[in-house]
């Protein structure tokens, strides 16, 4: 019975074991399914923040796309402008030539009408001289003014073409810009993908682990609620074994202690009965002795065996049982009398 309820202990031990380890595991499946959850978590706040940043890009692209587009209308409104400004001085020289011309053209109608035919006969070659001076002048003022318009065409051209360099400068800066917030768009979006499918495939593995976690957990704690019934039924039925086993030895207690308790009032009689013939035995050694005081013994016999002989119920020619009792109280005589379980133990003799 005892073995049987250790190897049920030990069984139970083994289960309670593989259930603290099952438990144990899964606590530490659990950590991981939480540190992997965690993982995803930051992976798609990592995958939020690179949309951020793509959508960033995108817009710093659109700007950049919008200034560079806003670059082109200024180029193409600058290069309008030196055209205009090209042809206004232009038309400006036309007219400024124009109108010298047609100043001259009428000083020199008013020359000739104001003199007539003889004046100009007699004109002198001094004057002629002077109108010279005088067209020649008009003719390097026109020159030098040309020589201003071209240089100042030239310098408004060169200053326009300053700009027009500049903003392609500008532009080509853009356009390079562009290429690289391309590429690294590009770039993020293909490291985006990557870690999407990378995060994706860890996710299908984290729930293909807690899936099969989960239904090893399942089957243990079967197994584990099956054993558990099992020690349960075993334990309620090694319990009725065991009271019905106390039942039998308080039963058998029971009727043992009725028995001492028998045997104790028994014992308890056969003392009471050894106290009253001590004391009887004792009474008849005093009047014995009173009577050895009193009277005297006949010729041949003892009184005293005689005595014992009387008290044993035994004829007086059997002296042969009684010679230890007599030996014994005429060793004892006048000294102590005689116990009566001492007789009785050599009556038995």
């Given amino acids: 019975m005892q073995a049987t309820i250790e190897k049920l202990q030990e069984a139970y031990c083994d289960k309670e074991s593989k259930f603290q380890d099952t438990k144990s595991q899964l606590v530490r499946e659990r950590r991981m399914s939480e540190i992997m959850e965690r993982q995803l978590k930051n992976a798609r706040s990592l995958s939020e923040q690179l949309g951020r940043i793509i959508n960033d890009r995108e817009q710093e692209i659109r700007t950049l796309k919008n200034l560079l587009n806003k670059r082109q209308d200024s180029k193409n409104a600058s290069e309008t402008a ?40 007699s004109l002198s070659s001094q004057s002629v001289d002077k109108m010279l001076k005088e067209v020649h002048s008009l003719i390097d003022g026109l020159k030098i003014k040309d020589e201003a318009i071209k240089g100042l065409q030239e310098e408004e051209c060169t200053r326009r073409l300053d700009k027009i360099q500049i903003l392609q400068r500008s532009i080509q800066v853009l356009q390079d810009q562009l290429t690289q917030s391309s590429q690294h768009h590009n770039s993020v979006m293909i490291e985006k993908e990557n870690m999407i499918s990378q995060l994706q495939h860890s996710l299908k593995e984290s729930e293909e682990t807690v899936r099969s976690l989960l239904s090893e957990k399942t089957k243990v704690v079967i197994e584990g609620e099956n054993t558990i019934q099992e ?113 009785e133990e050599a009556l038995s003799h």
């Avoid at 001085?89 to 109608?109: E, G, N, P, V």
């Avoid at 319990?239 to 014992?267: G, N, V, Y």
């Fill in 231 to 343: 020690l349960q039924e075993i334990i309620q039925q090694k319990d009725l074994k065991i009271k019905r086993i106390q039942s039998q030895l308080e039963e058998a207690l029971d009727t043992k202690e009725t028995e001492l308790q028998q045997l104790r009032d028994t014992l308890d009689t056969r003392q009471k009965e050894l106290d009253t013939k001590q004391r009887d035995l004792e009474e008849s050694n005093e009047e014995l002795f009173r009577l050895q005081k009193t009277t005297p013994a006949r010729k041949g016999e003892d009184p005293l065996l005689n005595h014992y002989s009387m008290l044993a119920g035994v004829n007086k020619g059997d002296k042969k049982e009684l010679s230890f009792c007599w030996h014994k109280e005429k060793y004892y005589h006048l000294k102590e009398p005689l116990n009566l379980a001492e007789v």
């Fill in 82 to 121: 030196v055209q205009a400004a090209m042809l206004k001085a232009s038309r400006q020289a036309d007219r400024r030539r124009s109108s010298s011309k047609d100043d001259f053209q009428a000083s020199m109608r008013r020359s000739s009408s104001t003199s007539d035919h003889t004046e100009c006969l």
